[in-house]
């Protein structure tokens, strides 16, 4: 469920559901466990959510608390209203591009799914033999050598 939020002229923010004022700090703690807010303005009842949530990162860049990377930032610059138009499935897709490049830029991670993939084809190899030598062996069993 949506959490309302009434923004005033004062710029504070009142939560409809505790019935108080609360912070910006709070409502990005919310947001981390999951809540989704809508925030209004009370004057004029226009939503004000997204530039709430731009303040919000903006208060955790100046603290130093954001942790939000520049490649993301400068994206959701680049994208400007065409991420406003498609919406969250565009900032989902470049987010999900932006952490697949970065593993794959990982060295150790890209190393180990290399050696994996060799071990998968040398145990597959390794089944293969056993395999022949297993019916190697059934054959000889049940072929009797002839005696001299």
Do not use: C, F
Request: aromatic share 2%; no cysteine.
């Amino acid at each position: 469920m949506i959490r309302l939020i009434k923004r005033y002229g004062s710029r504070k923010l009142y939560d409809t559901e505790e019935s108080r004022y609360v912070s910006l700090e709070e409502l990005a703690g919310w947001i981390r466990h999951g809540q989704e807010i809508r925030v209004i303005d009370n004057k004029t009842q226009e939503d004000v959510t997204s530039q709430t949530l731009t303040q919000i990162i903006s208060e955790e860049g100046r603290r130093g608390t954001s942790l939000l990377p520049n490649d993301l930032l400068h994206e959701l610059i680049r994208a400007g209203e065409q991420a406003v138009t498609t919406g969250v499935e565009h900032i989902q897709t470049s987010v999900d591009r932006l952490v697949q490049a970065s593993i794959d830029r990982i060295g150790p991670v890209r190393r180990a799914r290399e050696e994996m993939s060799l071990l998968r084809k040398r145990l597959e190899d390794l089944e293969s033999s056993l395999e022949e030598i297993d019916i190697a062996q059934q054959a000889s069993v049940s072929t009797p050598e002839k005696t001299k």
